[in-house]
């Protein structure tokens, strides 16, 4: 996923990417092809680029431990400087320093690592998902037990140690 800066010319130009997730180094999760949208505004002393992201696979529900598909999307933006103390004056988390003469900049590690920032890190199928009974492991998106209601606060208590997750 590069772009030839080589000879480019100063202004906007846009590019559109559609590559194998495997080529920007995401693997298990995801499948299928990863589409970048990038905006680069070349002015004399730095390349701005922005870009947006979208790219799915399958993952497996934090409640219910069922498998689903999860599309996700999101944008960053970078700007390329030559001269280190350019990026002084920038927040450097936006800033990458290339070296004068190179011909293309590479896309791949800004884009993986934008996609991995982009999965939520509690993985639903659903926000209604109704996960899994904790007593008899029943799928309460399917069907509802006949575990009694909790009303006794001392089997509460008890409970407490086997619930892994208390979102
Ligand atoms: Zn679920
Ligand atoms: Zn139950």
Same mark, same amino acid.
């Given at each position: 996923m590069k772009i030839q800066i080589a000879g480019l010319s100063e202004g906007s130009h846009s590019y559109q990417f559609r590559e194998p997730v495997a080529h920007v180094?995401?693997?298990?999760e995801f499948s299928g092809e990863v589409e970048v949208e990038a905006t680069l505004e070349k002015s004399g002393t730095q390349l701005y680029l922005k870009a947006g992201v979208c790219a799915s696979g399958h993952f497996v529900c934090d409640r219910c431990a069922a498998p689903f598909r999860l599309t996700v999307t999101s944008t960053y933006r970078t700007f390329y400087v030559?001269?280190?103390?350019? %990026? +002084?004056?920038?927040?450097?988390?936006?800033v990458q320093v290339i070296p004068a003469g190179l011909p293309v900049i590479d896309l791949s590690d800004d884009v993986r690592q934008t996609v991995l920032l982009a999965v939520p890190l509690k993985l639903l199928c659903s926000d209604a998902c109704k996960g899994?009974?904790?007593?008899?492991? %029943? +799928?309460l998106n399917k069907e509802a037990c006949t575990c009694p209601p909790e009303t006794n606060d001392g089997r509460w208590e008890s409970l407490r140690g086997f619930q892994v997750d208390n979102d």
């Open positions: 180094g995401l693997g298990e030559w001269d280190s103390r350019e %990026a +002084d004056i920038r927040d450097a988390s936006d899994l009974c904790p007593r008899c492991g %029943a +799928d």
